[in-house]
């Protein structure tokens, strides 16, 4: 029961914060904080566990929210069916690009994901656009049908399903970093060499590895379709290519509260400062720049230490 | 049926292209090769010699001025960029300095929005004479930036080959811890190849400058591009650069006369192909570790 | 110059004459700790030998030596002066050189290019010690490295290491996977080089190492399990094994 407890603790208290933040903080921000903070789980387990940096994850946010938004537009109109569909879309794609990327070095990787980024978009852009409708992109909010229950078109009861759906996802990614596979992940991005020696095979867990990373994003990118109502190119443009991997930066590679740590000061600092100063590249760069020659431990690894310092010290009060 | 006069500007905009392309992947591709380091704030180097360009030729009315001044003014930033940041982290990761360059590279188009606004500025171009090439009007400006970057070639191959700054270099790209045990102080070699590629990539920016708008955005719009030379090349490879970079500039302009969606995205699928094909890009070696 | 006088002025150096030192030293590869308070003394033109299993840490100790790896604890001293904490490149530039077992040349650069890395290093021009040693180099001057054989790569390595008369020769496997022509004519060379350098070989053969050596080290997981010296090395190791 402790066990469970402890295992637990840090996610109520994050998604705690979460729904404080909730309460304070308007709606449409508490709503990309969850999306964006799904987003980057993704890229920080392909950075923190398997070794690899994408700056290309808007590709597959773009599958994600692409196929929900084709759905939407031209068939159905169930969003939960969209959102599967977004899911399914983004194991189709990572299945597809996974095993030739996969081989790739480090480096490589990092920028051959943009260059699918940059495809991406140019053939949401110009090439599909009898489909996608090119700039102009695709508005479907008011095909959305309610939904009984969790009625998905309503943005209060959108924020509680994906305030459940980033729980679910972030307890899978927990119960994944304490599996032996979340260990052969470690172990192939320290030493591959011995991976080998020990009988498994790097690609293997590499490719799990993107696929399920490329998976959760795409369920981000079709969060943000059901969400905003309307998807178009610019979600994959070059400029945003880095956007979750400095997220997970600012969070902390690897650390599990990181993308909800992490995209809550991004979105937050994005919208403050764009509204004080109007110039928030400046402050992210010189943070991200702070950061790394800091020690890259980003802020929820700074703040861990000290949370747990007073939590513990809380308990041993109560014990006493 | 194409006609020749499209054709031939086609390729004299294509090489022109390449040129740009291949001033500011030939900095990237050395810093990779020897400090493995991905280093995005080239970009940034880019933007700031266009907009010294830019001030300067607004102030002097010569455009070759700014472009000048561009270069020393990104290569004496870039300097200042690897002492306070690189020097430090050199040792780490190849995605930390990747981050950490990133890093520089936006905080830097935020101090470019403060100090020169967010518009996109012109810069004169400053020799409006066309020649005539089998019956093409070629503007002569395009040609002079095609020039420079055969001369920028040459010079770098010279420096590489013939100097022993430069061959310690080279040895360095396929080792530098043996280079570090022939007692060769390889910081100061980090040092030389940050500022000539910082330099080159301001030069890349003032040339580019009278081309196209100057808006703070410019070096986040050409990283595809570049990165796609460089890793079309190899990464670590002069040679390479040089051809990938006319390749890209050629798809890019003969591309766009076929069908203008095609300009943009066959460059990528080449690349996708290439390195499926050959995981180290062209001329890519073997040797490099990591 | 008298072997043992102290250049630098250190206490150290007077007292024991050693020219390399090394107390106490610990180091590990993160987590794991590959070496345990080692002891070693090499004195001017002494050749030391460390012999022991693969993996019983003698590399680690020749790169911790040579600036490459950074010691838990511990001191290195080079005629009195602390080498710990120095970078790699000005303890080579100190004249205590560190030749690899990778038998890694530049081999992009040619021969001649190699020779000349050595030189802008040391600014010792003087070619002739080295042909004088490899005569056969004098030929593949203009050739690429990476188009030379494996003996040939060796030369080239200590070849260039040599350059600027260095006081320690660290050398790692210098034998591993050569011809036996070739290692009996790095035998002579070593016997040579001692008259001007201190060398320090980890080596597996053991014919060469009591040619040539004054002193054995005995590495086992870590810890020098045993250190013989003189005469001691030919009726400990050489007679029972040969």
New interface residues.
Partial sequence: MMNMFRWWWGILLAFLLLAVLRVFLPLPFSNEVIIFSIYTMGCSFLLGRAGFISFGQPAYLATGAYATAFYLFYFGTNPYIGILIGILAGIVMSLIVGPLFVRLRSDYFALVNLALAVIMFYMLQKVLVGITKGDNGLWFLTNIASTPVLDLSRPNHFYIFAFLVAIAVWAFYKYLNDTLYGACCLASKINEDKVKFLGYSNFKIRLTAFVIANTTTALAGSLYAVYLGFVSPEMTSSHRAADPVVVTILGGVGTLYGPIAGAIAYTGMKDLISGLIGNWELVIGFLLVFIMLAGEKGIWGTLEPLLKKLLFRKNALKSE | MMDTQLLISGVIFGLSIGSIFFLMAIGLSLC?GLMRI?SLDQLLYYSIGAYVTYSISLLTGSMWLGALAGMVVAGIISFGVERF?FL??YE?D???T???S??????????I??IWGVIPRPVPIPTLTQISILGTEIPVYRLIVIAISLLVYLGIWLFLNRT?IG??I??G???V???????????RLFTTTFIIAGTLSGLAGGLHAPLIMVDP?MG??V??FV??V??IGG?GSIKGTLISAFLVGQVVSIGSLIY??LA??AP??I??LI??VK??GLYG?K?LK? | MEPGMPVYGGLMAMNNEEILTVRNLNVSYGEAKVLFDIDLGVKPGQVVACVGRNGAGKSTLLKSIAGFLKPLSGSITCDGVDLIGRMSYDIAKMGIKYIPQDKKVFSDLTVRENLELGSYATKDYNWDQVTDYFPKLKELMDRKAGHLSGGERQMLMIGRAILGSPKVLLIDEPTEGLAPSIVSHLKTVFGELKKKSSLVIVEQNLPLICAISDKVYAIKEGRIIKELAGESVKANICEPYL
């Fill in positions: 990779f991905i940041i430090r982290i780490r190849i995605a930390f990747m981050i950490a990133f890093g520089v590279l936006i905080g830097g188009v935020g101090v929005k403060s022993i061959k310690a080279r040895a790209i396929e080792d811890e043996h280079v570090e045990g022939l007692g060769i102080n390889i910081y955005q986040l719009e990283m595809p990165f796609m460089v890793i990464l203008a969606p943009q995205m990528f699928a690349m996708l390195l499926l995981p180290t070696s040797l990591r």
